[in-house]
């Protein structure tokens, strides 16, 4: 080798080495993203009770002001994909989280319901911003490392909502519920500002328009609507199903969910390695049928004749901790290939993805309950199975093959 062609290598590698250490510290901005976004999430939750009580409202005006939350979110993700083709997932991310967490303490001061739901619109809409623009610079940093990083990502989202959830419900007894959400807010924002300067440049120089999903990236739509699905039923049926079905106390009752949770928070942080080593269209294979197998634990609780009534909690228990392994996944490898359908479109993608899955959220509960109402809780719940086999069978088309 000549002295030239040893500069011209060193200078490469260098380079190389340049572009590591940039996507290396942003991936630590971007794991900072989805753990606030999860945070305030998990401390809204704990508001919800307060703001019940305080404003007098009944469950039908207060299920009017959350929707007043998921169509902000919903309305903000469709328009998304062009706004960051525009400015680019960096900018949207840095703007989303300081309005996002800003927000969360005004619910807890407004005077009436109609100041609630426009509150409550932009709090949905700045976070559903901020979702798909922290997914697409996500998918970003995934690529730019050459390894997978995405479930660890949404691994950090589980863990910010069950942080958020334990330190909202450790200060709301000392502290008014205003100030409990302004002092966790402002610890976010102090976390976040100190990396947000990290994040990787992406803007698309040809601009932002709307651009209608190609069929890959409305596959791996319906795959994330159906994943998406699945978590909502769980969430909003799983406490119901064993204290009426199975007659689980109430302290067990609501273990089913926790359960769920804390296995998809174990399995999103073990999914990067996982991908890596099997790739992602096997890691959704295996997950869907797991998933498939949990919910046929959960069914196996109430048809297994002669099994004692004080274990069929828990083994439904166990199942819906099974189903948790199985779905903390498929999101994940889903982004990420949304994120790698085509150079420069990845924006598009990423918001038509997320705004997809978005909708399964709103559709599934409300879904299984008309299911219930007219078979059986069970039957739902049997459904779900089935779509988490459908995924299963469909991983191959949507993701590639290789890790």
């Not at 990787?200 to 795959?223: C, F, I, Q, S």
């Not at 297994?304 to 228990?317: F, H, S």
């Not at 099974?322 to 420069?344: C, D, K, M, Q, Y």
Request: overall charge neutral.
């Amino acid at each position: 080798m000549t002295g030239a062609e040893e500069i011209r290598d060193a200078g490469g590698r260098d380079a190389e080495g340049r572009v590591a250490e940039q996507a290396a510290a942003a991936r630590w901005a971007t794991v900072t993203a989805f753990f606030l976004n999860g945070t305030v999430f998990g401390v809204w939750a704990t508001q919800i009770p307060l703001l019940k009580s305080r404003l007098d409202l009944s469950a039908a005006v207060l299920g009017v002001a959350l929707l007043c939350l998921a169509a902000g979110a919903l309305t903000a993700m469709i328009a998304s994909g062009p706004l960051l083709g525009r400015l680019g997932s960096a900018p949207v991310t840095r703007a989303t989280a300081l309005l996002f967490a800003g927000l969360l303490p005004l619910p807890a001061l407004v005077p009436d319901v109609v100041t609630l739901c426009i509150v409550l619109a932009l709090f949905g809409a700045s976070g559903g911003t901020m979702d798909v623009a922290m997914n697409a610079q996500g998918a970003l940093v995934e690529r730019r490392l050459g390894r997978p990083i995405m479930s660890s990502l949404h691994g950090m989202w589980s863990l910010g909502g069950l942080a958020g959830a334990g330190l909202g419900g450790l200060l709301l007894p000392l502290m008014p519920a205003a100030a409990q959400a302004g002092l966790v807010s402002a610890g976010l924002l102090a976390l976040f500002m100190a990396v947000q300067g990290r994040f990787l440049p992406d803007r698309n120089a040809a601009g932002g328009g709307l651009v209608l999903p190609d069929r890959k990236t409305l596959l791996l739509g319906l795959l994330a609507a159906l994943s998406f699905m699945s978590e909502g039923a769980i969430l909003d049926w799983s406490a119901i199903h064993l204290r009426d079905d199975l007659g689980a106390p109430a302290s067990l009752a609501g273990m089913g969910f926790g359960v769920f949770c804390a296995a998809m928070a174990a399995g999103r942080f073990s999914g990067d390695r996982l991908r890596h080593r099997f790739g992602g269209d096997a890691l959704m294979r295996v997950g869907g049928v797991l998933a498939a197998a949990g919910l046929g634990l959960v069914l196996a609780a109430g048809l297994w004749a002669g099994l004692p009534d004080d274990l069929a909690p828990l083994l439904a228990v166990a199942g819906f901790g099974l189903t948790g392994i199985g779905l903390s996944n498929i999101v994940p490898v889903l982004f990420s290939a949304a994120g790698a359908v085509e150079r420069g479109r990845a924006d598009h993608a990423v918001a038509a993805v997320s705004t997809m899955g978005y909708t399964g959220v709103l559709v599934g509960p409300p879904l299984v309950g008309f299911i219930a109402e007219g078979t059986s809780l069970a039957t739902a719940f049997g459904l779900i199975a089935v779509l988490a086999l459908f995924v299963a069978a469909a991983a191959a088309r949507a993701v590639p093959r290789q890790p």
